[in-house]
C-alpha cells in the first residue's frame, strides 16, 4: 500500500508569495510531482494548514484541484485554517458534532482524519467530545489504523514550536493508548519538520512543508524559525509489517549523482564516486 502525504499548503490570494515563494504553485508542483512519480499511490493526506489565513478562495481553489485528481483526497485542518469557511466549502467533511474528523477504508486498514483545530490560537486542543468520538472510531476501525492530524503530539523540544503544539496531549493519549496495539502509525504536520519518533509505543512521523521550511533551534528562543531548504511531501510505504515514510525534497534543484553500484565487489578507491 501506498500513499501520499502533504503538509502545510498555505493556499493564499494568487501572486502572494510566503518566504520568497508561491504556495498554490508550489502545492500544484508536489500534486503533480506525486502523481508522475507515485500513479500507484492509492489516497492523498493533505494533514492541515490548507489555507494560509482561512479564506474562502483558497478552499475553493483547493477543491477544484481535489476535484481534479485520479485518487482520493483526505484533508484534515491546521490552526491556519478557518474551520467553519472550510465546512462552507466542504461541508461534507463534518462530523456528526460539526468537527473535520472522519474514518476512510484502505486497502490495507484504515485511516482516520483528527480535527486538532481551536479557534483563535495556533496551538492544537482535543476536546472531550472529539476524544469521545476518536475512541468509537478506534473501537470500529478494522485494523491496522493509520492517524492523520495537524498539531505534534508530542514536544519536540523547540521552545517555539512546543508553545503551539496539541496542548490536550495527555487527554489524546489517554485516548490512543488502549488502541497502540491497533495503530500502525501516526502522521502530522505544523512543524515543517523532518520528525520521527514515538507517542504511548506509537510511531509517528512529519516532514516539511510543501512551500516553506522551519528550522531547530534549540537555543531557546520563542522566535519561530525559518530556513531555505527544499519544499516537500511524504511517501509512505506500507509492505507487512513495515512503514516507511520517504521526504520527497521536489523543490531540490541540485544534481542527483548516479555511479555506483551497491555490490560489494565493484567499490573500490579509485572508481567510488564522491
Known sequence: MKLIQLTDIHLTAPGKTIAGRDPNANFARALGHALDNHPDAEAV???????DWGERADYELLKSHVERMPIPVHLAIGNHDDRETFLDVFPDLADDDGHVQKTFALSGGTGIIIDTWGPETHAGHYCDVRCAWLDRALTAAREPVYLFMHHNPIPIHVTAMDEIMLLDADAFGAVVA?????????????????????????????????????????????????????????????????????????????????????????????????
Open 178 to 274: 488502549p488502541h497502540r496495539d491497533k495503530i500502525k502509525h501516526l502522521f502530522f504536520g505544523h512543524c515543517h519538520l523532518p520528525l520521527a519518533g514515538s507517542f504511548h509505543g506509537v510511531p509517528v512521523s512529519s516532514i516539511r512543508s510543501t512551500n516553506h521550511a522551519s528550522w531547530a533551534s534549540f537555543d531557546g528562543s520563542r522566535y519561530l524559525s525559518g530556513s531555505d531548504l527544499p519544499e516537500s511531501y511524504a511517501v509512505v510505504i506500507v509492505d507487512g509489517p513495515s512503514v516507511t515514510a520517504h521526504m520527497i525534497e521536489f523543490g531540490y534543484t541540485g544534481e542527483v549523482r548516479r555511479g555506483a553500484l551497491p555490490d560489494y565487489a565493484t567499490w573500490d578507491k579509485e572508481l567510488m564516486v564522491r
Open 45 to 51: 493526506v493533505i494533514t492541515g494548514d490548507l489555507s
